[in-house]
């Protein structure tokens, strides 16, 4: 639902670009750029809650061990 609701209000930016400074521009891109970071946020945040409810977990100590064993720290 809220990405319908950020597709909607980036359509309508897009349709005024036209009317837009290079300021307003790099401004917009900026923005664009956050809002898209918070939806993949939420839909990663939402993928590990699904994982925890289906029990899909890894112990601490064997990530770890696994973080170790490739970056050899």
């Known amino acids: 639902m809220e990405a319908d609701k950020a597709k909607l209000s980036v359509e309508e930016i897009i349709a005024s ?15 664009l750029f956050e809002l898209q970071n918070d939806i993949d946020l939420k839909a990663a945040i939402q993928e590990n809650l699904d994982d925890i409810k ?3 977990v890894s112990a601490h100590q064997s990530i770890m061990k696994e973080i170790k064993a490739t970056y050899n720290t």
């Open 17 to 31: 670009l036209q009317n837009l400074d290079n300021s307003e521009r790099a401004r917009l891109q900026i923005a």
């Open 54 to 56: 289906n029990g899909r």
